[in-house]
């Protein structure tokens, strides 16, 4: 069974801290995702990653950046946190399976910055 | 601005009938459309999937339409269960690296 860990499903944090949101996955998987989910506009993908060290932006990676130095490790890191990132943070590996490309969710980080 | 956009938001049907989401992109180069459920608490998982060099895909009681002229897909669950209650995404990717996700639809299926 693939496993897609999150360090924490609940975070709270005042504005203007540094956070880290860190995800583990354990099948070898090369491309890892970072999404945010919010009410009516679903998930929207933040950043990418196809390789170690390889980083691509999404549609909505501004206040956000991410750091993949291992392969089954992806970290999602908010600079300066702002109310407006208060959401909830979806990460995803991917792989081929049955002709498909499957992502695994891991079960969500819920932000709240106060 | 969402890439892939979804409808309806939410949707209601009684158990035995059928539920239809429909979606649409604008971008050409995705050549890969799958439909993910969410149930509360959880993150989402794989449902069904389609490539656009085939026009319907059908596994159990869940089926894909994908119009390729039109830039459109859909989802139909046939014989609609109350465990099917969940939110279902579409979502489209171009070369595999990486995946647009719908705002999402909120299925109820009432006993």
Redesign the interface.
Known sequence: DVKVTQSSRYLVKRTGEKVFLECVQDMDHENMFWYRQDPGLGLRLIYFSYDVKMKEKGDIPEGYSVSREKKERFSLILESASTNQTSMYLCASMELSRGLYEQYFGPGTRLTVT | Q??VK?SP?SLIVQKGGISIINCAYENTAFD?F?W?QQFP??????LI?IRPDVSEKKEGRFTISFNKSAKQFSLHIMDSQPGDSATY?C?A?QN?????????TRLTVKP
């Open positions: 969402q890439q979804q938001q890969y799958p993910y608490g959880k993150g989402p998982a794989l999937a995404f979502a990717s595999n690296n990486d995946m647009r996700f719908g705002a999402g």
